[in-house]
């Protein structure tokens, strides 16, 4: 009857799920607590967390709604986890809920004024999560809501991230005197130098997050600053009239949003942002007055240097990374001229310290969990600076930031909570010298040739500097430097232990200071525009390294010593008062109340996390409760307007599709169902993340519409396929290694079954064909490949990739194609992030379109025709980055990223027939655009000489192999 299926002829959009799954290794028992408002879910290790944070949730909830003018009743889902050694807080529409971590974010990135980490990310995570229940009622996005509650609060927050992330750091700010990043110094930093020094951030600039140009937050910077502006010019209710038009026009531009909001147009509110904005920086930089004499030993755009230690008079080692540099130690002499010791990562803090042999450098990075990147898992090491080669120290599993004694014996931070503790480690052992509930311990600073060891540590909303004497057998906490007034950031003492410097916000800029310990004098050393920090004193205490912000860098200078030595030194009361940390370790412990209000929301942070009530009722957490449809949406399926009179027909189709997902992600679920032709077709599939491979179930019935030759009848007549299909996947991705280079392993499999039955106009049986097993498996390795902030492609590193589609044999023979493919990035020029790539391949099908073959053929060859039996390719393929504009318009959601030449010369040849070849010559141009603030598209016009045909041929193509 049915001697063969021509071509498909219907298009289906495929029921693809909304919602992915999370692997979490490690204890699977979590439990739940909860009312009304918040649900939290923790493991039990981290039921302190939980409850701080469902504390903060509750206290904070009315005056960030009446912030942001949400009045509708709503609740949330707090996954509160220490499973990983780094901090983060997020939120998501697709499941709606926030993620936050029992373990603090480290580095400078956020205020130290808050009393605990879990109070601000919790607080600012929440503002997040009213903004994506905003509504204005009968809006489209209203609408959207009563049938897809998740599509809809994704809509809510599908802003420019510089504006959602500045409403939350401005409430944020406003919690706490003093605490939150725009009280913060080091942030503010950031924000003032991008917004004042010569071609400053345009507001699209600062409202949309940057791909190539740092700070690669910049967003946080300038949309803070904006939000400020628009609280002090045109008061709370202009940001809430800007998401009411939101809701109404959600797929608009920024600009239109504050054009409508406001009745003025983006161009003159911009103006006004950046007069309000220079106002405000005249009056900080005449507060500074005189700036110190320095001068630049390194400095370039892009460019960091941190952590600079002296290793003799005129050479100090430094960690170093840029836009076309892998981080890593370097060896920086005084004249500028910089030797590569290591390509390392470290963790936030860049916590590196000098051993005393001045010949060692220690310092902890993070190693990510093979299974679940996410997860990661903080340990110390120690470089050697001869040899660069470096080793972990034994027992330091969680812990960060170490140091080596006088006499040899390493110590080091270990995590417990958002808190930490001072351990020893070494040999093997691992054993705690100090906890101090309620302080988490920032860095350690051993005086060279003593027993004394100089504590940073953050008591409540204080950090501070504390003394130590390691020879006794109870350590304690004696305050040194430090007040109420200012944050202390770091320190360190120089070869000798005389001299000790420091960074303090003191006057409301980060500045280093240097004491002379024999005398316990005090001075102030620099006096900068933005900020420098990371000081150190050379050997015979005449200089100072340090490191001073500008924009997109962070610059190594030097300054002499001695006319800071001529100067008086400052009042030490400056410096000094009783235990910084006595009142805030109270409050701590005290109860406060939320006095929070429309037109400048307060909030007394004081809380007890004890007394709730709902933690008296905490029960197992079990997935299938929370299984219900998240989104449900219309299916319409049609024949995409075929002509009458030409064979078969399905018609139009309705139905319903829905989708769900546990707020852990460890089940998620869709299907639909929909009737077509008189009958009723679906599909439906299951995906679990409990295990590490994700395994997958889909089962379907659907009907299709192809083309075919029918045995008796002349020519092709459109019949409908009729396709039941069963199968069963997995996926594991593994990394092998991960630091500055990365190796990793991803394998999958597919296997169905599926049967087909083709029928006529009436849906009579012409045919059915016996059920076939298919296997589909792949692997992906890459290994060392390295990726630079700007290059377009790695410019280092090896991978290989294999992926066959192998049907089992039925009465006629199955269909068989297998692919591999092998490249190589060459690093000759990476020094300008130039990526050169060679790659060899082999395509093996027995039938003609078993799979896609596009991107194995040269440039200029989309339209060859690739038959059965092998081929080979080979290809050199450069990719040259000329422009990174980061930068958008207000109006039109357009953000452009980058712009880059290519080039490439490429072969494919056919192994039974060497004349079938195609071979190509292509030039270029790509452009990496945004658009919406979240859809990534690379465009690219390329021209391709035909070798074989000596004519050239040209277009534009979505670049998906980068």
């Known amino acids: 009857m049915l001697l063969c299926v021509v071509g498909l002829r219907d298009g289906i959009a495929q029921n693809a799920p909304v919602y992915d799954v999370v692997y979490r290794p490690g204890s ?75 373990v603090p974010l480290r580095g400078r990135r956020l205020s130290r004024r808050h009393r605990s980490w ?57 919690l706490s005197e003093g605490a939150g990043r725009l009280n913060h110094p080091y942030f503010m930093m950031l924000a003032r130098a991008g917004m004042e020094e010569p071609d400053g951030w345009t507001l699209s600039q600062a409202f949309e997050r940057p791909s190539f140009t740092k700070p690669f937050d910049r967003f946080y910077h300038g949309g803070s600053l904006f939000v400020m502006f628009m609280m002090e010019t045109y008061g709370r209710e202009a940001l809430e009239a800007s998401l009411r038009w939101h809701q109404w026009v959600p797929v608009s531009g920024s600009g239109l949003n504050l054009r409508l909001s406001q009745g003025r147009w983006p161009r003159d509110i911009e103006a006004s942002f950046r007069k309000w904005n220079s106002i405000r920086e005249d009056s900080i930089r005449e507060a500074i007055g005189p700036l110190s004499a320095s001068s630049i030993v390194s400095s370039r755009q892009g460019q960091s240097h941190r952590r600079p230690f002296w290793l003799s008079t005129s050479e100090v080692v430094a960690y170093v990374s840029g836009y076309n540099l892998s981080a890593g130690f370097q060896r920086v002499e005084e004249t500028g001229r910089m030797s590569r ?70 110590l080091a931070l270990r995590s417990d ?13 691992k054993s705690d010298r100090l906890a101090i509930p309620g302080v988490e311990f920032v860095s350690l600073i051993p005086r060279p040739g003593s027993d004394s060891l100089i504590v940073l540590a953050k008591k409540g909303p204080n950090q501070a500097l504390y003394s130590v004497d390691t020879a006794e057998e109870a350590w304690t906490l004696s305050p040194w430097i430090g007040s109420d007034t200012q944050t202390i950031y770091d320190g ?19 500045n280093v200071y240097v004491m002379d310990a024999w005398t316990e004098d005090i ?197 409908i396929r009729d396709r039941q299909s069963w199968s069963a996947s997995a996926v594991l991705p593994y990394t092998l290694w991960q630091n500055v280079s990365r190796s990793s392993l991803l394998v999958s499999m597919v296997v169905s079954y599926r049967i087909d039955r083709f029928l006529d106009e009436d849906m009579s049986v012409l045919l059915t064909r016996k059920g076939r097993f298919a296997i589909q498996p792949s692997v992906f390795m890459g290994r060392r490949v390295v990726r630079n902030p700007r290059d377009i492609w790695p410019t280092e590193g090896q991978y290989l990739s294999w992926f066959a589609d192998l049907e089992g044999a039925g009465r006629t023979s199955g269909y068989r194609a297998s692919i591999v493919q092998a490249g190589a990035y060459v690093p000759v020029m990476a020094s300008t992030n130039t990526s050169i790539r060679l790659d060899v391949g082999h395509l093996f099908q027995n039938k ?15 339209d ?99």
């Not at 996954?79 to 993620?99: A, H, L, Q, R, W």
């Not at 919790?122 to 204005?136: G, I, T």
């Not at 039996?869 to 452009?896: C, E, H, M, N, S």
């Not at 690219?940 to 000489?945: F, K, P, Q």
Request: proline content about 5%.
């Open 523 to 719: 001075h102030q050393a620099t006096s900068v525009l933005y900020g420098a920090m990371e000081g150190h004193v050379s050997p015979e205490g005449r200089k100072l390294i340090f490191v001073s912000y500008r924009q997109e860098q962070f610059d190594l200078q030097v300054m002499s010593l001695e006319e800071c030595w001529a100067k008086d030194p400052l009042d030490r009361s400056l410096f000094h008062s009783q235990d910084v940390g006595e009142r805030a370790q109270a409050a701590v412990e005290g109860i406060g109340e939320d006095v929070s209000s429309a037109g400048g929301p307060t909030f007394e942070t004081a809380f007890d996390a004890t007394k709730d009530s709902v933690f008296d009722r905490v029960g197992p957490y079990q997935p299938w409760r929370h299984l219900s449809p998240r989104v449900m949406y219309p299916v319409v399926r049609s024949d995409q307007n075929l002509p009458e009179g030409e064979g078969a027909r399905l018609g139009l189709g309705w139905g319903i599709a829905a989708h769900g997902v546990d707020p852990l992600q460890r089940m998620a679920w869709f299907g639909n169902g929909f009737l077509q032709k008189g009958r009723m077709w679906g599909r439906v599939g299951v995906q679990s993340g409990r295990f590490p491979f994700r395994p997958s179930v889909v089962v379907s019935r659907e009907p299709t519409l192809v083309d075919a030759l029918v045995e008796g009848e002349a020519g092709v007549r459109r019949i």
């Open 341 to 410: 010791i290591s390509r390392n990562e470290v963790t936030d803090d860049v916590g590196v310290h000098l051993a005393p042999s001045t010949q060692s450098l220690l310092y902890s990075r993070y190693e990510e969990h093979p299974l679940a990147p996410e997860v990661r898992t903080s340990w110390s090491y120690m470089i050697d600076l001869t040899s660069g080669e470096e080793h972990r120290l034994s027992g330091s599993r969680h812990t960060y930031n170490p140091v080596q004694m006088p006499g040899g014996s390493v």
């Open 492 to 510: 360190s003492w120089d070869t000798s232990g005389r001299y000790f410097s420091f960074t303090s916000d003191r006057t409301g800029v980060l």
């Open 28 to 102: 699977t028992s979590w439990l739940t607590a909860g009312d009304e408002q918040f649900t939290v879910m923790y493991r039990a290790g981290d039921e302190q967390e939980a409850r701080e944070a469902f504390s903060v949730l509750r206290r904070t909830r009315s005056g960030t709604d009446a912030f942001l003018g949400v009045d509708r009743p709503y609740s949330l889902t707090a996954i509160v986890s220490g499973i990983s050694d780094t901090g983060n807080g997020f939120v998501t529409p697709f499941p709606f809920k926030t993620e936050l971590s029992a």
């Open 864 to 962: 060859a025709l690739v038959e059965d039996r092998g081929y080979v390719r080979a290809g050199l393929k450069v990719r040259q980055p000329i422009l990174f504009p980061d930068r958008g318009w207000l109006t039109v959601p357009v953000f452009f990223r980058a712009v880059y030449l290519r080039t490439g010369l490429e072969t494919m040849q056919q192994l039974a027939d060497k004349r079938n070849s195609y071979s190509s010559v292509s030039v270029g141009v790509g452009l990496k655009v945004r658009f919406w603030h979240a859809v990534e598209v690379d465009l690219a016009w390329e021209a391709g000489y035909r070798l074989e045909t000596g004519d050239w041929a040209t277009g534009w193509v979505a670049v998906s192999d980068n």
């Open 118 to 174: 879990i109070e601000v990310v919790s607080a600012h995570e929440l503002v997040h999560a009213a903004q994506a229940e905003f509504r204005v009622q009968y809006s489209p996005v209203d609408v959207i809501g009563r049938f897809a509650p998740d599509v809809a609060r994704g809509m809510s927050l599908a802003q420019p991230p510089g504006l959602t992330e500045g409403l939350a750091v401005y409430r944020e700010s406003t």
């Open 848 to 862: 003609a379109g078993v799979v896609g073959t596009s991107f194995f053929k040269p440039v200029g060859w989309r």
């Open 417 to 429: 909570g958002q808190y930490n503790r001072i351990v020893a480690i070494g040999s093997g052992t």
